[in-house]
């Protein structure tokens, strides 16, 4: 982000595919200027909803690591 803030998401390839596609879409002119990420089963503490919103025009990069599923 253009402040230095970093935040990091653990999202499905399904949901990065999503994100990827706003992005694109709104670098090309169409879409919302922000960008809600839902915060996980695993992260919502007390409230039935909880959700982080990415401003399109404070990303500076944002990376995607693919991680595996080990078979145990």
């Known amino acids: 982000m253009l402040t230095g803030l970093e935040k990091e ?3 499905s390839m ?3 595919n999503i994100f ?3 992005y694109e879409n709104k670098q090309a002119g169409t879409g919302t200027a922000s960008y809600a990420i839902d915060k996980q089963e695993d992260n919502k503490g007390p409230f039935t909803n909880r959700k982080n919103y990415v401003i399109f025009d404070k990303i500076l990069t944002f990376e995607v690591n693919e991680y595996g599923v080990t078979k145990k």
């Open 20 to 22: 990827t596609l706003w």
């Open 14 to 16: 399904a949901k990065v």
């Open 9 to 11: 998401f653990d999202l």
